[in-house]
């Protein structure tokens, strides 16, 4: 397994890269945890009158009454149905007891847009003959994933998954930037955990760190800074009490970090708060490259974190123009990232659409049992 070294003049250990994979997040409305549904009235034809019996709901109703039906099948056959659906209308349909004869299910309308009786009246003047109807419920909104296409297809009625996401990024723009950062994100985040155990080991700090990755054209990517958190420098400690210096956050460090490079000067004014210059040995080490310097922000940098950034941090990096961002410790109370906070804040702040900015983000797993994920003993305390 190749190693980085963070250079002769540092006494510190090679850092291994991590093996694990990425999970791509989910936005706050993939995470909703009901299933917005529309009733509507369904019926069962004789195979030859079916696309005549479409034909005649299209001409009550065109364009479904505005409505978008396309991630349903329109027409089912009854063994790809729950049972409930065909147990429905078949009590209350004596022609399929009698005389056996094979029909395909129709969802015909919304039962918001016309009566069932208006509906039945139609019908039976087209069909020549009774037709009972059956109102179900059914997804309103497309799946946004294969498996949501075929929980719900058990569920409500047939679905169909179109690789298409109306929530969040594109299912295809994920798959190619994961493509790209998978290969290297165990090598990044081993960094940020080595910054996190210089902090942790100094006593300046909480076991938390960051690494910021520029990539130019789909390349390896390259190493642009490295900060890990120092909220404690100068502050006595945490057995002071308090929350530290908040600004000093390994997130809002390499921001800070990056910033100085940018501007090729460290002003001499700059207020000793935010701790924005080299102090861990990592931090100045031969493995990381200045940014482009026509760079704007961080404009389409990633950041790897050894901890979900908090609400702070998880804005900052959102106003900084970060690309991509990637963490691996949840963060319960304090997280700013995730959708699905599993009883967390679930604020998602990596693709919102009301904010000035979206980017992509995952969760690295490391390979092996998932008890490993915590390299650095962080008190409860963040999480509190």
């Known amino acids: 397994m190749s190693t980085l070294s963070t250079g002769p003049e540092h006494d510190a250990s090679p850092i291994i890269p991590i093996p694990g994979c990425l999970i791509p997040l989910k936005t706050t409305l993939e995470t909703r945890e009901e299933v917005k549904t529309l009733r509507v009235h369904v019926t069962a034809v004789r195979p030859q009158v079916a696309s005549g019996t479409l034909g005649l709901i299209r001409t009550l109703l065109p364009k479904d009454g505005g409505f978008d039906l396309q991630h349903l099948r329109r027409f089912a056959k009854p063994e790809t149905l729950p049972a409930s659906v065909v147990e429905e209308y078949t009590s209350l349909s004596s022609s399929r007891a009698e005389g056996g004869e094979r029909v395909i299910f129709l969802i015909l309308a919304a039962t918001s847009l016309i009566p069932s009786s208006a509906l039945a009246e139609s ?5 020549e003959s009774k037709v009972p109807l059956v109102e179900i419920s059914v997804p309103l909104l497309a799946p946004t994933s294969a498996a949501q ?24 723009l994920v798959a190619r930037a994961q493509e790209e950062v998978e290969g290297g994100s165990g090598r990044w985040m081993g960094v940020a955990w080595e910054a996190a155990r210089q902090a942790a080991d100094e006593g300046v700090g909480e076991g938390v760190g960051v690494c910021v990755v520029e990539r130019k ?24 009490g308090g929350s530290g210096n908040v600004t000093a956050h390994a997130a809002m460090r390499a921001i800070g970090m990056i910033t100085n ?14 701790q924005t210059s080299q102090h861990l040995p990592l931090e100045s080490s031969p493995l990381i490259f200045p940014p482009d ?32 961002v990637v963490f691996e410790q949840r963060m319960r109370a304090t997280g700013g990232i995730c959708a699905d906070g599993e009883g967390g804040l679930g604020h998602g702040m990596w693709w919102r659409k009301e904010l000035n900015w979206t980017m992509l983000g995952w969760e690295f797993v490391r390979d092996g049992d998932p008890e490993t994920k915590r390299l650095i003993d962080v008190d409860e305390h963040l999480n509190a």
Not at 123 to 127: G, N, Q, S
Not at 229 to 236: A, F, H, I, N, S
Request: proline share 8%; charged share 15%.
């Open 123 to 127: 019908l039976e003047a087209h069909l």
């Open 149 to 172: 296409a075929v929980a719900w297809s058990n569920e409500y009625w047939p679905c169909v998954y179109k690789k298409s996401n109306p929530f969040g990024p594109h299912p295809s």
């Open 217 to 240: 054209a789909g390349g390896e990517g390259r190493c642009v800074a490295v900060a890990g958190d120092l909220r404690w420098k100068g502050w006595g400690g945490r057995d002071q």
């Open 261 to 274: 490079s940018l501007s090729q000067a460290i002003p001499s004014s700059t207020p000793t708060i935010f």
């Open 293 to 324: 310097p026509d760079g704007y922000l961080c404009h389409d940098l990633e950041i790897y974190s050894t901890h979900e950034p908090c609400v702070m941090c998880s804005m900052a990096i959102v106003h900084s123009r970060f690309g991509r």
